[in-house]
């Protein structure tokens, strides 16, 4: 994800400690045409950056579907930044049988969260991208 | 009982609506409270998304709870305005007037609270306090960066010495740089360190392999660590192309470190506040916006509850004068109320009880007077201006020989066909504003005569007349029978005078002839001459009778009195020496007469008035009366003893010694065809004054 830390709260806010959490939400979708796409999966990611002040250090946690994944920790922003914003989630679905082609991947990624009039949260999110997969090569027999 | 009928009774119940408003208040001093403790929480507590979450959720359900009482009690007021129910008008603007008064104070006080508040959030950013924490984290730090720094030159040198002297090399930069550690790792394991003694080496742990995987991808890392009795800062530099690795470590024991972490923590408490500076103002007006719900919600509730209240006994006082209108006498109000309106309710019983006995009483004396209009002979009717029937009593049902009349049927209706006659004199009185007439009409086959009195309603105002109808059928025979008698007996008598002479001149005539005398031809041309003068005294008495039985009927039209009274007196101007004959009159009274008769009764006066008068004036005038026109005539000749003015206007009575006595009989029947009265009376300082009355 492009520009997520181009406003300079953002780093403010990420460097004071406050947690900072960049959800993905990642669907998969058999295209049909003329018709709604079937809905086959979907699972959010939250990447969830945490600066210790007293260490120097980022504590970076990794959940999926609220299950903790993975925690790491980062001496510079810049690997921090990458880490956040780059999902390398191989095996993201189990499709089982399902046949693979014309699917479709849509990505959401929850920013932070505004106030209307000062007291209505409003949601700061990305659109929904949609890209399409291919067909993984068939196993050698 | 349905569930509906609990929740009514629950509604009603003066418990139930004590204790929501106490809930209310209750929620809203809660509020309050965690306001009042929010001061005590951490930033991370009030900008929790938890508390946000509530307080989201709290707003939304008094927002509905708002709509839906506001909505709820906007469709029942409209519902009852189009039902017409009363009360509803005065309702409204009662719940509007409240809702109004509460509603734009608390807004206006929640929008300059909320904005006071956001404010003072945003000057607590921009106060010295947060450039001498930024300040104090500054110098934690450096003095963090400056141990870091000497252990990173330590672990520098060690890793710039020779390979073959690395103990020395160890022991000498330990002691140089004055740092509590140096040590060799190969591969990640501590392989030879040299330590400060007073320096908790042990509570130091071993570095992650991320450490020294950074150090062999830069080529060197820094590390802090956090220990029970203080703090190491340990900085590693990759030994040339070896795979060792020189770590330098400084030790800051926890009272410093203690120091350096609060001026870092502090701050970094501080800045975390600032980046959530929205939430935080979220989470405020939230709370704010949360008590100000509270409040409407309870202002909205009690004022659709308390402006239904109000105007129950309104309306139950609105339906019981609809009621009384509709003559329900007696009815009362049965809604309890202590105040003014209970005060209104207690005078609105009285009065209509008090009504109800006043009913009672009017029945019993329209019954007591229908019983007393049922017993007289004398036929009764009343009407209205447009002649709907009102009332009419038993005698003159069996008088008029009618059935009873529906009530409100039109006279004419009910006075038809032989009645006709009844109807139009009725008519004609009520128009004239007469009070009297006679009308003769054939009932039954029989003929019968009725006196027709006609008066106002009492009351005033033109609400209808009363008729009282009299059969004077009996006594008119009677005096007709009596008339003729009298008549009878003057015609004889009138019919004797002539008839005297006549015969004394032919029994002198034929004495005369049978004697032969010698004045017989002078006998008979004195009895023939007599005989002739009488018959013709006696043919002019029968000419007057004959007029005076053709008397024709009245034709009224609008006339100039005037006018009339000058041409009558115009007949008599220097009729008799001596006698003048003078007319008074004003020019604009106009009256509706038959002009020929007045002038020929008018005429009838001054020619009795002019042959009675010796000498003077003869004197007609005429002058408005209430609801009356008076003529009269006034000579000063003979006048009229006393004993005679009974009988001046029978026919065939004359004081005169000579005419026939119907003069004055034609004046009274004229007058009396007028509505009118003919009264004589003396006249000062001597003669005779005649006065006609007639409806103006």
């Known amino acids: 994800m492009a520009h997520a830390f181009e406003r300079e709260e953002t780093i403010k806010g990420l460097q004071s400690g406050v947690p900072t959490t960049l959800t993905y939400i990642v669907e998969i979708f058999r295209d049909r045409p003329r018709w709604f796409d079937e809905g086959i999966a979907r699972t959010r990611?939250?990447?969830?950056?945490?600066?210790?002040?007293?260490?120097?250090?980022?504590?970076?946690?990794?959940r999926r579907d609220h299950k903790l994944i993975r925690s790491e920790t980062f001496n510079n922003l810049p690997a921090l930044q990458k880490a956040m914003t780059t999902i390398d989630e191989p095996n993201l679905f189990d499709i089982g049988k399902r046949p693979p082609y014309k699917l479709k991947v849509r990505v959401k990624a929850d920013l932070m969260r505004g106030w209307l009039l000062y007291f209505i949260p409003w949601e700061f999110s990305t659109r929904w991208k949609a890209a399409r997969v291919a067909s993984p090569p068939e196993p050698a027999r | 009982m349905t569930l509906r009928a609990k929740l009514f009774r629950y509604r009603k119940d003066p418990r139930v609506i004590v204790t929501v408003p106490l809930l209310i208040l209750a929620g809203t001093t809660l509020i309050y409270y965690a306001v009042q403790r929010a001061k005590e929480l951490s930033p991370e507590a009030l900008s929790s998304q938890v508390l946000l979450f509530v307080l989201a959720n709290i707003n939304v359900l008094l927002i509905f709870g708002i709509l839906f009482v506001l909505l709820r009690g906007i469709v029942k007021l409209v519902l009852d305005r189009q039902r017409g129910i009363i009360g509803s008008r005065f309702r409204t603007k009662l719940a509007i007037t409240w809702v109004a008064t509460?509603?734009?104070?608390?807004?206006?006080?929640?929008?300059?609270?909320?904005?006071?508040?956001?404010?003072?959030?945003?000057?607590?950013?921009?106060?010295?306090?947060s450039r001498i924490l930024a300040n104090g984290e500054a110098i934690a730090q450096m003095s963090e960066d400056q141990s870091a720094a000497i252990a990173a030159a330590a672990a520098r040198e060690i890793a710039a010495s020779d390979p073959s002297q690395l103990d020395a090399a160890l022991s000498h930069v330990q002691q140089f740089h004055s740092v509590d550690m140096v040590g060799l790792y190969r591969s990640?394991?501590?392989?030879?360190?040299?330590?400060?003694?007073?320096?908790?080496?042990?509570?130091?742990?071993?570095?992650?392999?991320?450490?020294?995987?950074?150090?062999?991808?830069?080529?060197?890392?820094?590390?802090?660590?956090?220990?029970?009795?203080?703090?190491?800062i340990r900085s590693a530099t990759r030994v040339g192309a070896t795979p060792y690795v020189a770590v330098a470590g400084v030790f800051i024991p926890a009272t410093m470190s203690r120091l350096i972490d609060e001026s870092i923590v502090m701050h970094k408490n501080f800045?975390?506040?600032?980046?959530?500076?929205?939430?935080?103002?979220?989470?405020?007006?939230?709370?704010?916006?949360?008590?100000?719900?509270?409040?409407?919600?309870?202002?909205?509730?009690?004022?659709?509850?308390?402006?239904?209240?109000?105007?129950?006994?309104?309306?139950?006082?609105?339906?019981?004068?609809?009621?009384?209108?509709?003559?329900?006498?007696?009815?009362?109000?049965?809604?309890?109320?202590?105040?003014?309106?209970?005060?209104?309710?207690?005078?609105?019983?009285?009065?209509?009880?008090?009504?109800?006995?006043?009913?009672?009483?009017?029945?019993?004396?329209?019954?007591?007077?229908?019983?007393v209009l049922d017993s007289v002979s004398a036929g009764i009717l009343a009407f209205t201006d447009t002649f709907e029937l009102l009332s009419v009593n038993h005698a003159a049902l069996q008088m008029l020989q009618i059935e009873q009349p529906r009530s409100g049927a039109n006279l004419a209706d009910v006075l038809m066909g032989d009645l006709t006659p009844l109807f139009d004199t009725l008519r004609e009185l009520t128009a004239r504003g007469a009070r009297a007439r006679e009308v003769t009409l054939i009932r039954g086959g029989e003929l019968r005569y009725l006196e027709v009195s006609v008066a106002r309603l009492s009351g005033g105002g033109d609400e209808g007349w009363v008729v009282a109808v009299e059969d004077s059928t009996s006594l008119v025979q009677a005096q007709k029978l009596a008339a003729w008698n009298e008549a009878a007996r003057r015609i004889a008598h009138e019919i004797k005078n002539p008839l005297t002479p006549i015969q004394l001149s032919a029994e002198r005539?034929?004495?005369?002839?049978?004697?032969?005398?010698?004045?017989?031809?002078?006998?008979?041309?004195?009895?023939?001459?007599?005989?002739?003068?009488?018959?013709?005294?006696?043919?002019?008495?029968?000419?007057?009778?004959?007029?005076?039985?053709?008397?024709?009927?009245?034709?009224?039209?609008?006339?100039?009195?005037?006018?009339?009274?000058?041409?009558?007196a115009g007949l008599y101007l220097d009729v008799k020496p001596g006698v003048s004959v003078s007319v008074t009159v004003q020019d604009d009274i106009e009256i509706l007469v038959d002009p020929e008769q007045i002038r020929r009764?008018?005429?009838?006066?001054?020619?009795?008035?002019?042959?009675?008068?010796?000498?003077?004036?003869?004197?007609?005038?005429?002058?408005?009366?209430?609801?009356?026109?008076?003529?009269?005539?006034?000579?000063?000749?003979?006048?009229v003893p006393d004993a005679d003015k009974e009988k001046l206007f029978l026919p065939y009575f004359s004081t005169k010694g000579r005419g026939t006595g119907l003069g004055l009989a034609i004046v009274h029947r004229i007058v009396n065809d007028h509505d009118g009265r003919i009264s004589v009376h003396d006249n000062h300082p001597r003669g005779t004054r005649f006065e006609i009355e007639l409806p103006a």
């Open chain 2, 509 to 568: 005539i034929a004495r005369k002839f049978r004697n032969n005398d010698a004045d017989t031809p002078q006998a008979i041309e004195e009895g023939t001459k007599t005989i002739v003068s009488e018959v013709g005294q006696l043919k002019r008495m029968v000419d007057e009778f004959a007029r005076f039985a053709r008397m024709p009927a009245v034709h009224l039209r609008h006339a100039q009195l005037s006018e009339i009274l000058q041409q009558a």
């Open chain 2, 188 to 232: 990640g394991t501590l392989v030879r360190v040299v330590a400060n003694p007073r320096a908790p080496i042990h509570e130091a742990s071993e570095p992650p392999k991320k450490f020294f995987d950074d150090v062999a991808a830069s080529g060197h890392a820094t590390k802090i660590d956090v220990v029970a009795t203080g703090k190491w």
């Open chain 2, 102 to 129: 509460s509603l734009i104070p608390v807004l206006i006080l929640f929008f300059f609270a909320t904005d006071l508040l956001r404010t003072s959030i945003d000057r607590w950013f921009n106060t010295p306090v």
């Open chain 2, 271 to 371: 800045e975390q506040l600032n980046a959530q500076r929205p939430t935080l103002k979220a989470s405020q007006t939230s709370l704010f916006l949360a008590v100000t719900l509270a409040i409407l919600f309870g202002t909205l509730w009690t004022s659709i509850y308390a402006s239904r209240r109000i105007t129950i006994p309104i309306k139950a006082l609105a339906e019981a004068t609809g009621k009384l209108a509709e003559g329900g006498y007696g009815h009362r109000v049965a809604v309890a109320a202590t105040d003014e309106v209970g005060r209104l309710i207690e005078s609105f019983n009285d009065m209509s009880t008090q009504l109800d006995q006043q009913r009672q009483a009017l029945t019993q004396t329209n019954r007591y007077l229908s019983t």
């Open chain 1, 45 to 62: 990611v939250e990447v969830i950056a945490t600066f210790n002040s007293l260490t120097r250090e980022y504590l970076l946690n990794y």
């Open chain 2, 601 to 639: 009764a008018v005429g009838n006066l001054l020619k009795n008035a002019v042959e009675a008068t010796e000498s003077g004036e003869v004197r007609v005038s005429a002058r408005r009366a209430p609801h009356r026109v008076v003529i009269e005539v006034a000579d000063p000749g003979r006048g």
